[in-house]
């Protein structure tokens, strides 16, 4: 049972490019999260899923969409890489809407 | 005012040592509470759920005030493994924020020698 997973650990940008961050649970959890936390900071949400087909903003959606075709995927993509979206970035998951999430180990972005 | 406030610290306390930590929620609707340990460049972890009963898991206490929207975290007899961002989290659970977690600022503990 690996729990929440993570891929890439860390990436480069380039201002102007655009990636996809893999997230993946093997809990069967319906609800998962997108947070970023930048350096000092407190985690902000940027989309949830509350299950496959239905997605959500959160406080911070703007440069980032988001799909969930199966219970286990949840990507998230970037588009067109800013500065500003230089950040370490946590996915989670949660079997319900009251319970605890479980995070993953995070992606290390850097766009310059 | 923030949703969730916390004591951002930091504490700087002696091995075996008692510290305290405290958070306040301004939403009266929330409905479950957490203590969420994270250390340096990691993702935070659970520590404990928060009843309002109180609860205690070994050297870790957690109290719930829903009266006064207070939460708190004791830990006793302080080890230099404890060192890390103690989040306090609450979930508001009601119409547009249900399944949201809300995360404090985090309060930053250094256990020394």
């Known amino acids: 049972n690996a729990g929440v997973t993570q891929t890439p650990k860390f990436r480069i940008l380039k201002i102007g490019q655009s990636m996809t961050l893999q997230c993946t649970q093997d809990m069967n959890h319906n609800y998962m999260y997108w947070y970023r936390q930048d350096p000092g900071m407190g985690l902000k949400l940027i989309y949830y899923?509350?299950?496959?087909?239905?997605?959500d903003k959160g406080e911070v959606p703007n440069g980032y969409n988001v799909s969930r075709s199966t219970t286990e995927d949840f990507p998230l993509r970037l588009e067109l890489a800013a500065p500003s979206q230089t950040s370490v970035y946590f996915c989670?998951?949660?079997?319900?809407?009251?319970?605890?999430?479980?995070f993953g180990p995070g992606t290390r972005l850097t766009v310059t | 005012r923030k949703e969730v406030e916390q004591d951002p610290g930091p504490f700087n306390v002696p091995e075996g040592a008692t510290v305290a930590f405290n958070c306040t929620y301004s939403?009266?609707?929330?409905?479950?509470f957490f203590w969420y340990r994270q250390d340096c460049r990691k993702e935070p972890k659970l520590l404990m759920s928060?009843?309002?009963s109180g609860n205690e898991d070994g050297r870790f206490t957690a109290q719930l005030n829903r009266a006064s929207q207070y939460i708190s975290l004791l830990i006793r007899d302080s080890k230099l493994s404890d060192s890390a961002t103690y989040l306090c989290?609450?979930?508001?659970?009601?119409?547009?924020?249900?399944?949201?977690?809300?995360f404090g600022q985090g309060t930053i503990l250094t256990v020394h020698p």
């Open positions: 989670a998951s949660a079997s319900s809407g009251v319970n605890e999430q479980y």
């Open positions: 939403n009266s609707a929330s409905q479950s």
């Open positions: 928060v009843y309002s």
């Open positions: 899923s509350v299950g496959a087909g239905i997605t």
């Open positions: 989290v609450v979930n508001l659970a009601g119409g547009t924020s249900y399944g949201k977690l809300t």
